[in-house]
């Protein structure tokens, strides 16, 4: 009896270890991937480690879980991940929670298999609440566009078990079941054969459809050729784009009996989660239908909107206190297309087979000398700021805290320049101060006076001020802008002649390293169009986000999906040499590959005149004018390693460095004029 007691607590020993150290792990990785800080005092906040949306813990089962040991105020589940947190009304209830969850094995509903949770503490707990995302223009979802009645009978319409009807195509396709009205869609070569029609033209059962359709506007010629697909739960389509030889503009989509979420991609690689309510049709034209990817992720459940209301609107927001999973049924889509007859002459060119190889700009190379450079940063960084001055302003606005503390600690009544000042956005930080700014872009200088901001035009290797004139300078994501070392160093020899012995300048550079120190940087780890909202559990004020903490703000999105526990390590940025090749394109809110690089913009509300009212210059979502005022600009950069910003410095012999640090995805230097 002693020996099997003995056993007992042996085995009661390990695996309080074993919690432990899984416990700690999660802590861990909770710090290094999203800089969330665990603590070893109890508070009224939770973080619980394998119950999230990413591993198939619905909201309703983990809520029902958590109030079981009190009154739960926030129960916060970000999409993708394996964590959520929990606030509780005293801290007694969190740490009561904690007893009894901590190592706890619980069955996930409906997936079979068993988890087990790991808790921790946290002090407070800030995630971005995102601003519901907008659809892509040109597209729109209208719900209830048929009765229950008539969807039975279109589903009835389409026999998937007998015999291959000879009028139309149907094919078994590994990730679901297709049949083809009109014309075959051949998946060899994702075209049509326009010569040979299928026998029978489109069902019947669909003309009455059509007609409303054509009757409410939603397109303006009669279909000519149906795909229908069926998808099983786990079934899903990869992510395409409809070929535009092949069909016309409008495009439409009926679900039928389930709704599904089906993802859309731009090539600036901003997504958008749309829900297709069961009875809806999807309708894409222009800008949605030509140049966004869509297609459906094979999964088993859908991370929606909890409320009811939330699962009836288009777009899926990252509103992580109304998520949860929705276990998918089988839909079958009827997609209806008009055959196109003549070359698509869109505004897409990058992506219409039609007009492949015609007059489409070629990405530059890396410059190798003085005039290819000249011309480089003169197409992808001068036209570009003058084009995108108004967008870019509106995402310039919050000051970054350590420059702050350096304008901040000079003296009374010093003379600074803002070389490179953009909006102006410092010019106004101290008023002890005598602050000029100048900038390359005339446009940005406009929105400067605009301010009362004093401000002129000029480029940063050669500012009309007297020599040694000024007690300190600041050159804010800038030079990473100049493509050739030559011409970076000499941005920098440029700041020091501008000060007087002694005085100090702050220069501020992208950084190739955007995960140091086992955190990654407020670029990667930002989400799209979460920039100026984020939720706090616990009590305190809430900070605005620094959105342009990065010299890139525009709205990615790049989140995966991660076992909190894996042990896996992070893979590393390797430079890969650019020297006579053209340069890549970056894929926002990712780590860098290459140092020299175009990064995108993608354009908000078009380019906007002097002059002109942001209301003159908008359009209907989907016309041709707001297609034409959303383009994706592309900006030359060059991103520096560690010790690279030091070392130019150091190359001078006018200064000495006082300090260098890294300041969320940016390397940055102060100097000493000598």
């Known amino acids: ?93 969190a740490k009561k929670a904690f007893d009894a969850l901590n190592g706890k094995e619980v069955a996930l509903e409906d997936f079979g298999q068993n988890i087990v949770l790991y808790i921790n503490f946290v002090e407070k707990v800030f995630w971005q609440n995102a601003v519901p995302p907008s659809l892509p223009p040109g ?75 054509l009757r409410q506007g939603y397109i303006k010629h009669k279909p000519d050729q149906l795909t229908v697909n069926q998808y099983e739960p786990g079934q899903g389509i990869p992510p395409h784009i409809d070929t535009h030889s092949a069909f016309e503009d409008e495009i439409i989509s009926l679900s039928l009996g389930a709704e599904i979420v089906m993802d859309f991609k731009h090539p600036d690689g901003h997504t958008v989660g749309i829900m297709l309510p069961r009875c809806s049709l999807l309708v894409m034209t222009g800008e949605s239908r030509y140049l966004w990817t869509h297609g459906i992720t094979p999964r088993k459940y859908d991370v929606i909107q909890a409320s009811e209301l939330g699962q009836k609107v288009g777009t899926i927001t990252a509103d992580v206190g109304d998520l949860t999973l929705n276990r998918r049924e089988t839909r079958t889509s009827f997609t209806f297309r008009k055959v196109r007859r003549s070359p698509c002459n869109c505004i897409y060119p990058s992506v219409c087979d039609s007009q492949k190889g ?23 960084v001068h036209k570009v700021y003058e084009e995108i001055a108004t967008h870019f302003s509106s995402t310039r606005h919050s000051p970054w805290p350590r420059i702050v503390e350096f304008l901040r600690s000079l003296p009374k009544g010093s003379i600074v320049a803002d070389v490179g000042c953009g909006n102006g956005k410092y010019l106004g930080i101290n008023e ?25 035009v000029c480029d940063a290797l050669s500012v009309p001020i007297r020599s040694g004139s000024c007690d300190a300078c600041i ?97 590393g940025c390797d430079a890969k040499p650019v020297a006579d090749s053209r340069l890549p394109i970056h894929t926002n809110r990712t780590s860098f590959h290459s140092q020299d690089l175009l990064v995108p913009w993608h354009l908000k509300g078009g380019p906007k005149k002097k002059g002109e009212s942001v209301d003159t210059m908008s359009f209907p979502a989907g016309s041709k004018e707001s297609q034409e005022l959303s383009p994706v600009f592309h900006r030359y950069y060059h991103v520096f390693r560690e010790g690279e910003l030091e070392a130019a410095c150091r190359s001078l012999d006018c200064v000495r460095v006082q300090k260098s640090y890294y300041d969320q995805g940016n390397w940055c230097v102060v100097l000493e004029k000598l």
Not at 2 to 25: A, F, G, I, N, Y
Not at 46 to 61: D, E, K, P, Y
Not at 362 to 372: D, I, T
């Open 1 to 93: 009896m002693e020996v099997k007691t003995s056993e007992d607590h042996l085995k009661v020993h390990k695996m309080k270890k074993k919690v432990l150290r899984k416990q700690v792990r999660a802590q861990h990785t909770l710090m290094r991937h999203e800089g969330i800080e665990c603590i070893s005092h109890a508070t009224q906040s939770l973080v619980i480690a394998n119950a999230g949306l990413g591993n198939g813990m619905s909201r309703h089962q983990l809520l029902r879980i958590v109030e079981e040991y009190g009154l739960v105020e926030t129960l916060l589940m970000p999409p993708n991940k394996p964590y959520s947190f929990v606030k509780y009304g005293t801290t007694e209830e």
């Open 358 to 380: 015609q007059e489409r700009q070629v990405q530059p190379s890396f410059p190798h000398n003085e005039m290819e450079a000249s011309k480089l940063e003169q197409e992808y």
């Open 475 to 571: 050159s804010i994501a800038v030079i990473h802008h100049f493509s050739t070392v030559e011409r970076r160093l000499a941005t920098i020899r440029e700041l020091a002649r501008l000060l007087r012995p002694g005085g100090t300048a702050l220069i501020y550079v992208w950084a190739m390293e955007q995960e140091y120190k086992k955190q990654k940087s407020k670029y990667l780890k930002e989400k799209n169009g979460s920039k100026d909202k984020k939720e706090e559990i616990n009590t305190g004020t809430a900070q605005r986000l620094l959105s342009d903490q990065m010299p890139d703000s525009s709205s990615q999105d790049s989140a995966c999906s991660d076992r909190l526990l894996d042990d896996s390590k992070d893979e």
């Open 139 to 213: 597209l729109m979802v209208i719900e209830k566009i048929i009765s229950p009645e008539e969807e039975r009978r279109m589903l009835e319409s389409i026999d998937w078990i007998g015999d291959e009807d000879t009028q139309n195509a149907q094919k078994t396709l590994k990730h679901r079941r297709v049949k083809h009205f009109g014309y075959e869609f051949c998946y060899d070569n994702n075209n049509v054969d326009k010569d040979k029609p299928l026998p029978g033209g489109l069902p019947e059962i669909c003309d009455l459809f059509l007609e409303k359709c």
């Open 432 to 456: 002890d101060l005598y602050m000029v700014g100048c900038d390359r872009s005339k446009n940005l200088v406009d929105i400067c006076g605009e301010k009362n901001f004093q401000a002129f």
